[in-house]
Antibody, heavy 114, light 107 residues
Framework: QVQLVQSGAEVKKPGSSVKVSCKAS????????ISWVRQAPGQGFEWMGR????????SYAQKFQGRVTINADKSTTTAYMELSSLRSEDTAIYYC???????WGEGTTVSVSS | DIQMTQSPSSLSASVGDRVTITCRAS??????LGWYQQKPGKAPKRLIY???SLQSGVPSRFSGSGSGTEFTLTISSLQPEDFATYFC?????????FGPGTKVDVK
């Protein structure tokens, strides 16, 4: 059973970038797809994008196009999500999830405040 | 984008009650739907995949049905540990989209 462990909480200034990692274990990383979603305080979930690791092919939600980059390092079985030009509305818990969202990481809290 | 609606947005129930939650998609998503449970401060846990298949380790009181545009999650006999928020997710097409959630609390 795959397990996903995410990096720790981040506090960022508006206009800066954040990079969140998601380390996978217990499966064949190169056969995975990894999605990133976020949940703002008291809100529902937003899907941000997904990478098919074997192909290195990432797809992004239009809302985040140009501001988000998702990639994966097969040598360390780790996926990354970088979000740039941060604003206060990006304050949320960011989750990675494998495949068709079957297994989720524990979440990473990103707070954006001046 | 495929819009997912969910009803009810909240419900109050007692232990032993049968609970039914409905999710509707704005277009045909075949059976590309999952149901999830989320408790406060925790990551979501998948209960059902492929609209009707029970995730390994999930109690059999949970069941899913439906295809196309209308889907249902049923809890046959609510247990104390089932008070939580439930939501659906479609993965038929990018962007994946979520139902807004149903909060199940104590009556």
């Amino acid at each position: 059973q795959v397990q996903l462990v995410q990096s720790g909480a981040e506090v960022k200034k508006p206009g800066s970038s954040v990079k969140v990692s998601c380390k996978a274990s217990g499966g064949t990383f190169s056969s995975y797809a990894i999605s990133w979603v976020r949940q703002a305080p008291g809100q529902g979930f937003e899907w941000m994008g997904r990478i098919i690791v074997n192909l290195g092919l990432a797809s992004y939600a239009q809302k985040f196009q140009g501001r988000v980059t998702i990639n994966a390092d097969k040598s360390t079985t780790t996926a990354y999500m970088e979000l740039s030009s941060l604003r206060s509305e990006d304050t949320a818990i960011y989750y990675c999830a494998s495949g068709h969202m079957d297994v989720w990481g524990e979440g990473t809290t990103v707070s954006v405040s001046s | 984008d495929i819009q997912m609606t969910q009803s009810p947005s909240s419900l109050s129930a007692s232990v032993g009650d049968r609970v039914t939650i409905t999710c509707r998609a704005s277009q045909d998503i075949r059976n590309d739907l999952g149901w999830y449970q989320q408790k406060p401060g925790k990551a979501p846990k998948r209960l059902i995949y492929g609209a009707a298949s029970l995730q390994s380790g999930v109690p059999s009181r949970f069941s899913g049905s439906g295809s196309g545009t209308e889907f249902t999650l049923t809890i046959s006999s609510l247990q104390p540990e089932d008070f939580a928020t439930y939501f659906c997710l479609q993965f038929n097409n990018y962007p994946f989209t979520f139902g807004p959630g149903t909060k199940v609390d104590v009556k």
